[in-house]
């Protein structure tokens, strides 16, 4: 497994919520569990410091990384640009696909389950960014929502069960690309994902 591969893993990890912001990962424990050499782990380490998922300190190893209220509007800026610009022109669009994650994450809201509301709307802006049919775009996605999964966990400690909150925004945009008004349902993220991104970094130390 090359450093670029153990990098994905790892991120594709933090997505998934396996590691914790602040957690101290055990290098040998993690080169063991990918049956990697640890020179090739410190490389994928290396690829993820870069993307802003874990923390390298010197003389005491490597941290998941816990975002801080200026990291949130950085990641929030980027995502209200990336998006909408998605919706917008997006020659893949699916709106089928969207409107069947919008009503799962509405079925896990009236059951409470809110780490099942999370993955949906999760996987809902993952849809979003996949209409544009860019893979380089794809994989910048998968570095922004595994930094997100570190501000949702980070926010969480806060405001339990606020990813409910951002399902009748979903629903929203939806109804409007139903109506074929991308522009409006773009329109309507934008301003959601701006608002949101306020919102979360005020809950957050700096």
Do not use: C
């Not at 998934?16 to 990918?34: I, M, R, W």
């Not at 995502?79 to 919706?87: F, H, S, T």
Request: hydrophobic share 45%; charged share 25%; proline share 3%.
């Amino acid at each position: 497994m090359r450093a670029q591969s153990v990098a994905a893993v790892l991120r594709h990890a933090v997505s998934a919520g396996e590691y914790s912001p602040g957690e101290k990962l055990n290098e040998v424990a993690v080169a063991d569990k990918l049956g990697i050499s640890r020179n090739t782990l410190r490389e994928g380490f290396a690829a993820l410091a870069a993307d802003g998922i874990v923390d390298r300190i010197p003389n005491r190893g490597v941290f998941i990384a816990s975002p801080g209220s200026e990291d949130i509007r950085n990641l929030y800026r980027a995502r209200a640009v990336v998006e909408p610009g998605a919706l917008l022109w997006g020659d893949a669009l699916d709106v089928d696909a969207l409107d069947r994650i919008v009503t799962d994450a509405e079925v896990s809201v009236s059951e409470s389950s809110s780490a099942e509301t999370a993955l949906a709307n999760q996987f809902f802006h993952r849809t979003v960014v996949e209409s544009a049919g860019s893979t380089l775009l794809n994989e910048e996605m998968d570095r922004l929502l595994a930094r997100m999964r570190l501000v949702f966990l980070t926010v969480e400690r806060n405001r339990p069960g606020f990813h409910d909150e951002f399902v009748p925004v979903n629903r929203q945009v939806v109804t409007l690309l139903r109506t074929g008004d991308r522009a409006g349902a773009a329109s309507t993220l934008r301003a959601s994902l701006a608002e949101t991104g306020e919102s979360l970094a005020s809950t957050v130390s700096p």
